[in-house]
């Protein structure tokens, strides 16, 4: 073999040793990259896991909202009903922990209202202005669009936020509590916070309820009295 073929082959196989070298450096990034994906992940699922739920109360005051507050005393609201004698345009409105859906039926008498909250004694009802009726129904329960898309971190003041959507989005859904930041820099295990600031994906009430109540210990005023009463 002269020099010059000797020469071109070298070549050829140098430049096939620089591909399977770049070839087998990418799988060794992208291996690392989901390797370091599922550590943080099962972190943050043992953080969840390991801190019991919030006491039902604190939840509850957290999921109120304060129109809710504005509903007729039953038997006011029955008794008004029956007054009225005719007939209504009625929405009824499911009001999730996260999330609402509403129908709306354009003309039902009273007695078929009647009839409604009888059948659903959990529902609460009152009169617009209009005199049209609203018929509320709440459910301990994430709505099913918010179940798709619904992500819990920080705002921009940081604060403990749901949102619809990645958290880059700014869609706010609800604000819960101000968190100690240095006090979660020096307490979570490496990696979780830096997950919360890209969001952690809600599925279901479960997880909203864990979520919820891991990050409740890094409230800022929980965090305050702490340390009073440490001193």
């Known amino acids: 073999m002269n020099a010059s073929k000797l020469k071109k082959r070298i070549k050829r196989n140098w430049k096939w040793w620089k591909r399977q070298v770049g070839t087998i450096a990418i799988c060794l ?5 989901i390797w370091w994906s599922m550590q943080i992940s099962e972190k943050i699922q043992s953080l969840l896991n390991s801190k019991p739920q919030i006491a039902v ?12 507050d504005q509903t007729e005393d039953d038997s006011q609201f029955l008794q008004r009903l029956n007054n009225t004698g005719k007939f209504h345009k009625v929405v009824i409105q499911k009001n999730y922990i996260c999330g609402r859906e509403e129908s709306v039926i354009d003309q039902m008498s009273s007695d078929d209202i009647a009839g409604l909250l009888r059948d659903n ?3 609460k009802g009152y009169f617009t202005a209009d005199e049209d009726v609203w018929l509320v129904e709440s459910i301990e329960d994430l709505s ?7 992500y819990i971190s920080m705002d921009d003041k940081g604060n403990l ?12 859904l609800k604000t819960f509590f101000q968190l100690d930041i240095n006090s979660m820099e020096s307490a979570l295990p490496e990696g979780v916070l830096e997950q919360l600031y890209e969001g952690i994906r809600i599925q279901d009430i479960d997880e909203y309820n864990s979520v919820i109540s891991t990050f409740s210990d890094y409230a800022q005023e929980y965090s305050e009295n702490v340390m009073k009463r440490a001193d």
């Open 121 to 123: 004694p959990t529902w």
């Open 29 to 33: 990034i992208i291996a690392t990259m």
């Open 57 to 68: 109360e604190t939840l509850q005051y957290l999921q109120q909202t304060e129109w809710m």
């Open 144 to 150: 099913p669009a918010c179940k798709q898309k619904a």
């Open 161 to 172: 936020t749901l949102f619809e959507g990645p958290p880059k989005q700014e869609k706010v």
